[in-house]
C-alpha cells in the first residue's frame, strides 16, 4: 500500500479482529490522545456483511471528525473460502456510494495473497474499476 493508505489493524486474544465493544475502547482512547487522523475499517467476518450498512454508520458516527477509509476483502480469510460475489458486489457498490456522498475519503481492496486468482471477485473488481475509475469525487 501506498504509505497515505497504510494503518492498524487490531487482533484479539483470540487471533480474530477486535469486537466493537474493543474497538468503541480503543477509539475512546485514541480521542484523547488524538494521534491518528485518518481510521480505515474492514469487515473481517463474511457473515457480517449483511450487516455492513449499520456496521458503517457506527464506524461513522465512532470516528467523526477523523479521515474515513472503507476497506474490502476479495477473499474470505476467517472462512477459508472466496467472498460471497453478490454480498461483495453489494460492499463495492455501498462503499462508493459513500464515496460519493463524501462520508468517507476513499476505498481500499485487499487482495493479499489471491490477487492474480482466478476468482469471481477479481473478474467483479475489474468491472467496478471500470465502471468507477473514471468517476470523479
Known sequence: NPAKYNG?????????QIT???????LAAIEKID??????????NRESLPEMDSLVK????????????LGIYLWDYPGVRPMDTELFQ???ETYF???RERSVEGVIFCS?????????????LKESVRKYG????
Do not use: P
Not at 494521534?35 to 473481517?44: A, E
Not at 457506527?58 to 477509509?69: D, I, N, Y
Open 8 to 16: 492498524y489493524k487490531v487482533y484479539g486474544a483470540d487471533g480474530c
Open 20 to 26: 466493537l465493544e474493543a474497538a468503541e475502547k480503543i
Open 35 to 44: 494521534c491518528f487522523d485518518g481510521v480505515t475499517f474492514w469487515i473481517w
Open 58 to 69: 457506527r464506524f461513522e458516527e465512532l470516528v467523526s471528525g477523523k479521515k474515513k477509509m
Open 90 to 92: 453489494r460492499q463495492i
Open 97 to 99: 456510494q459513500h464515496l
Open 112 to 124: 493479499g495473497a489471491v490477487g492474480d486468482a482466478k476468482l469471481e471477485t477479481n473478474r467483479i
Open 134 to 137: 473514471e468517476l470523479e469525487i
